[in-house]
T-cell receptor, first 112, second 115 residues
């Protein structure tokens, strides 16, 4: 089954404690991206990757890091989380063309 | 500046009637448009799309209309069903300077279909 898998689905942490949200896709997609969804703000892109070892900033990259060492994985790293990073995070993958993206089920992160 | 705008945060429609969700965009370089549907506790799922070379695309109960001169698109759901209750995101795609296509999303419209 074609899917994008994120872990953890839910996480409560404290300010400053480094965390990683993993993302894996099994569709051999070159393009992967991270979004955050906040009330009234819709989906905003954090980082994206066009291929292995190629990453770039989206609209709201501050406080986040990513890496793309393998085609299937695209982890999101919060080196020192802060309360304003409390949000619902979605990973997505696609071919990189104009078509649809496939989204994971989301990771709800709370930073106290 | 918001390039994709969904000006109605919410919409309520009676079951069986037509739901019309609207979306406006400002970037004339966008050439592909998509609608996503999102249920609570799930990721967005692709619903329907339209290329800028067309003005209409239909898939069952769902039809998307594109008016390029007005930079406006709309999603029509006929007839509306309670299971259609969800948040609908409009998205626009255009080639970025890096050579890939980036999706820009609107803020979403929450559709409630009342039985």
């Amino acid at each position: 089954e074609a899917q994008v898998t994120q872990n953890p689905r839910y996480l409560i942490t404290v300010t400053g404690k480094k965390l990683t949200v993993t993302c894996s896709q099994n569709m051999n997609h070159e393009y992967m991206s991270w979004y955050r969804q906040d009330p009234g703000l819709g989906l905003r892109q954090i980082y994206y990757s066009m291929n292995v070892e190629v990453t770039d900033k989206g609209d709201v990259p501050e406080g986040y890091k990513v890496s793309r060492k393998e085609k299937r994985n695209f982890p999101l790293i919060l080196e020192s989380p802060s309360p304003n990073q409390t949000s619902l995070y979605f990973c997505a993958s696609g071919t990189g063309g104009p078509g649809e993206l496939f989204f994971g089920e989301g990771s709800r992160l709370t930073v106290l | 500046d918001q390039q994709v705008k969904q000006n109605s945060p919410s919409l309520s429609v009676q079951e069986g009637r037509i739901s019309i969700l609207n979306c406006d965009y400002t970037n004339s370089m966008f050439d592909y448009f998509l609608w996503y549907k999102k249920y609570p506790a799930e990721g967005p799922t692709f619903l329907i799309s339209i290329s800028s070379i067309k003005d209409k695309n239909e898939d069952g109960r769902f039809t998307v209309f594109l008016n390029k001169s007005a930079k406006h698109l709309s999603l029509h759901i006929v007839p509306s069903q309670p299971g259609d209750s969800a948040v609908y995101f409009c998205a626009a795609s255009g080639e970025s300077g890096a050579g890939s296509y980036q999706l820009t999303f609107g803020k979403g419209t929450k559709l409630s279909v009342i039985p």
